[in-house]
């Protein structure tokens, strides 16, 4: 192995291979509409990256995933280049929100990178009227703030973020740390590859990535089947941590 970052003993980030050079990482979790996990897979399988990393903790619930035989993490980092992806087969737990967010932060410390983008839905009651959804963005710092608007992405002006997202944003602005979230409008409890294709654009857009969606857009169907199960333990995660908080407005802004 090529180094670990441990966490208070209770979680840590493995690399499996030297890690250098890093700029960027995205972080795709199981959230509304999986939006971050379609996101993450479909940059994954087009730009072809390696698996370089994953994620243990006892906090985590007793899973191994298998790929063509071989046993994997369920919680895993692909890199190539200056980019790295995280992302998660199974929903991350309430009780470990706040330990992630605490070891993601002191990982990408460690490594330099210059920006991190997390990437979620944000549900809509009329996703079906919606032709092309619309991207969001929340920026904990000036600097990210300058990327979103460069780069035309409206901002969230006003709302409730709950879960790993959330959880990863209060942390950087409490270190100062350059991140965003990018949030498209999406179904709630139903995978939505509509939405992830919208995300996948607008990341096109200032990391220049280049990455098509047509493949993404053809495969919907499929992809909402495949992922149907996880969204069904995904909705249940989220109910436990109150993510329809996320549809009203603050209590100062009613």
């Not at 180094?3 to 209770?10: H, K, P, Q, R, Y």
């Not at 990982?107 to 991207?135: H, Q």
């Not at 300058?146 to 790993?164: C, Y």
């Amino acid at each position: 192995m090529s180094g670990s970052l441990d966490v208070d003993g209770e979680l840590r980030i493995v690399e499996v291979r030297p890690l250098d050079g890093l700029r960027t990482c995205i972080i795709g979790l199981p959230d509304v509409g999986l939006v971050g996990l379609i996101t993450a897979n479909h940059l994954i399988n087009s730009l072809g990256l390696d698996e370089v990393g994953y994620l243990e903790s006892k906090l985590l619930p007793p899973v191994i995933v298998v790929h063509n035989g071989e046993p994997k993490h369920p919680v895993r980092f692909f890199a190539q280049g200056g980019l790295v992806i995280l992302t998660s087969e199974i929903p991350i737990p309430a009780s470990i929100l706040n330990l992630l967010a605490d070891g993601l932060l002191d990982w990408a410390s460690a490594k330099g990178f210059e920006l991190l983008v997390s990437v979620s839905g944000i549900a809509v009651p009329n996703r079906l009227e919606i032709d092309t959804p619309e991207v969001y963005g929340v920026a904990s710092s000036e600097k990210a703030r300058r990327i979103l608007e460069d780069s035309k992405i409206p901002l969230l002006e006003e709302g409730f973020m709950v879960g790993p997202h959330a959880a990863i944003l209060r942390e950087s602005l409490r270190r100062k740390v350059d991140s965003l979230i990018l949030l498209a409008q999406s179904h709630y409890q139903y995978p939505d590859p509509g939405a992830a294709a919208s995300v996948v654009n607008t990341l096109n857009k200032f990391l220049g990535l280049n990455v098509d969606v047509k493949t993404l857009l053809e495969q919907a169907e499929e992809i909402r089947l495949k992922t149907r199960e996880i969204m069904q333990r995904t909705y249940k995660a989220m109910q436990r941590m109150q993510k329809m908080q996320e549809q009203e407005l603050p209590p100062m802004y009613v």
